[in-house]
């Protein structure tokens, strides 16, 4: 399938199912471009994990379908296994809770030993 007729949701998933741990933010970790995606990706950093991002800024499609797709209406928005976890306000009651930590950590030694 020619990639230019892929259509952004495809695109999505792709990216979903492709990033075991997947922050959809605006601007990237080292230079976020709000206040809730730099909270939410500090807290994953803060995770020791590798992590992957999208910048919602350079991909308006992305910025546009994903809310509709994920039902989930504002930035940033964290998947982990496919599955969304949430935004900003979860991400950080999870972090405090030390939930954050071993959900990242499960699911990327699960990914490593599938690898």
Not at 66 to 74: D, I, R
Request: charge should be negative; charged fraction near 25%.
């Amino acid at each position: 399938m020619d990639s230019s007729e892929q259509t952004t949701i495809e695109r999505i998933k792709e990216q979903i199912s492709e990033n075991p741990i997947l922050l959809y933010m605006k601007g990237s970790p080292k230079l976020p471009s709000c206040g809730f995606s730099s909270q939410a990706s500090q807290a994953l950093m803060s995770c020791g994990e590798a992590f992957a991002y999208v910048d919602i800024l350079q991909n308006p499609d992305i910025r546009s379908e994903l809310p509709k797709y994920a039902e989930w209406p504002t930035f940033p928005q964290l998947w982990v296994d496919g599955e969304l976890v949430g935004g900003c306000d979860i991400i950080m009651e999870m972090s405090q809770q030390g939930e954050l930590q071993s959900l990242v950590k499960e699911t990327a030694e699960k990914h490593k030993a599938a690898e």
